[in-house]
Structure formats: structure tokens, C-alpha cells
């Protein structure tokens, strides 16, 4: 009898030194919480660590999925100033910063993915230029003149265009000078881009004489490896004369 006891009691105070099945599974969960908690919150301070500087705390980033800045965030990288700025600045000529910026991200694309890799240019210092040498090694642009035939297959008209590597047509080249360089810098491209023989190509005596004359213009003014970007000299101008005014400004305070 008393060994009966003694064994009752050796099994009971073993049971009490063994934990609660309920209690191990509740502490089990309450430790995966914790590790999926801390997980949680490592990930996030890790991924706000990859979002870019440029890019603007009111749009959403991705870091896994990176995207390209939007109208807002290039402009004000373009410019140094916020869009406030921009839009009350009467020297800012934020329309025509609104217009580069908005073809440079969508219009040059013509429809096909965009390869760009935003971050080196958002990252650059020089962002026209940089924009312009992504979008060269995107397309690898080539200017060509395109022929319009009649039913004999006789030539009525021809017209300058830009096309990519594989041969689609980017777009028309038209109006003046100045239109005409900011739309072959806008597509990227560089004197390699204009075949030496363009003139050759050109049979119709009503071609317009202006895009010749532009096009050899650009050819001889352009290489690859210094791109002379005419919005990135003006938006460095202006940067410089931002820059200056404010100086002037705290030297007049002090």
C-alpha cells in the first residue's frame, strides 16, 4: 500500500513538472507571433531603406518592383524645387519642363516596354543627358526617309522618320530647327544615328529643306560621347541662376 502511494506520488509530481499540452501550444504561438511580428517590421524598415531619395513619399514604391519616377518626381528632380515652387516661380517655365518631362517618360517609349533603368538616371547629375543615353541604348534610333508610292510605284512624297532596332517607326521629324534637334535628342540619338548618305536617300523635290539642313546640323554637333542635351543646358542654367538668387538673398540677410 505505501509503495502504491509512493509510486502515486512520484507520478503526480512528475506530471506537474511537465508543461500543459494547451499551454505549449500557446506558448508556441505566441512565439511564432513574435518572430512573425519582428519579421514584419525588419522588413519594412528594410524595404524603406531601398526606396530611393527621389522618389515622393505621396506615391507609392515598391522596392521588389520597381517603377519609373512619374511626372511629379521628375520635374522637381529636373528643377531642384517642389512643384509648389515650380508653379509660382514666373521664371520657372514649368509648361516646358512639364512637356519634356512628360514625353521623356511616355512619349518616346512609342508604345514598347521601357528598358530605361530609372534609378541610374534619377541618380545622375546630369538627368538629361542621362535620360538621353538610356533612351539610345533602348532604341538605338536611326533616322531614315520613308517613301509613299502611287499605284505605277512611282514616289509621290517622302518624310524624314525615326526608327528603332527593329525597324518600327519611332516618329515623324517635322517642323522647325529647334523642334527637330529636341525631338532627335528626346529619342536618343547621336550622330550615329543619321546615316552619312541621308541626302542620297532623298529623291522628292519638294522635301522640306529645313529637315536636311537640321539634320547635318545635328550629325555634325552630336557624338556619343558628348551629348549635348539643349533642355539639359537650360535646366542647368536655371538651376545656376536658383542658386545664385538664393545666395544673394541670404547675403542681403546677413
Excluded: C
Amino acid at each position: 500500500m505505501q509503495i502504491s502511494k509512493n509510486i502515486y506520488s512520484s507520478m503526480a509530481l512528475k506530471h506537474s513538472t511537465l508543461s500543459d499540452p494547451l499551454d505549449n501550444k500557446k506558448a508556441t504561438s505566441e512565439a511564432f507571433s513574435e518572430v512573425f511580428r519582428t519579421g514584419k517590421v525588419q522588413q519594412k524598415v528594410n524595404s524603406q531603406d531601398q526606396i530611393p531619395a527621389w522618389v515622393n513619399k505621396d506615391y507609392h514604391y515598391d522596392p521588389s518592383n520597381p517603377r519609373k519616377p512619374n511626372m511629379r518626381e521628375l520635374m522637381e528632380a529636373l528643377s531642384g524645387m517642389n512643384l509648389t515652387e515650380l508653379y509660382a516661380d514666373p521664371n520657372s517655365n514649368w509648361q516646358e519642363l512639364s512637356k519634356y518631362a512628360s514625353e521623356t517618360l511616355y512619349g518616346v517609349t512609342a508604345g514598347n516596354e521601357d528598358s530605361r533603368d530609372w534609378n541610374l538616371i534619377m541618380n545622375s547629375n546630369n538627368i538629361p543627358n542621362a535620360i538621353r543615353k538610356e533612351t539610345n541604348s533602348m532604341h538605338q534610333p536611326t533616322v531614315a526617309i520613308v517613301s509613299e508610292r502611287d499605284e505605277s510605284d512611282k514616289i509621290k512624297s517622302q518624310h524624314a522618320v525615326i526608327k528603332d532596332k527593329s525597324g518600327k517607326i519611332l516618329r515623324a521629324i517635322s517642323g522647325d530647327s529647334i523642334s527637330i534637334q529636341r525631338t532627335l535628342e528626346n529619342f536618343g540619338s547621336d550622330s550615329k544615328s543619321i546615316p552619312l548618305d541621308i541626302e542620297q536617300k532623298i529623291t522628292d523635290p519638294a522635301f522640306d529643306q529645313v529637315i536636311v539642313s537640321a539634320l547635318n546640323e545635328f550629325r555634325e554637333n552630336n557624338n556619343n560621347s558628348n551629348l549635348v542635351d539643349s533642355i539639359g543646358i537650360e535646366i542647368i542654367a536655371r538651376s545656376i541662376n536658383n542658386s545664385l538668387s538664393e545666395l544673394t538673398i541670404l547675403e542681403n540677410e546677413s
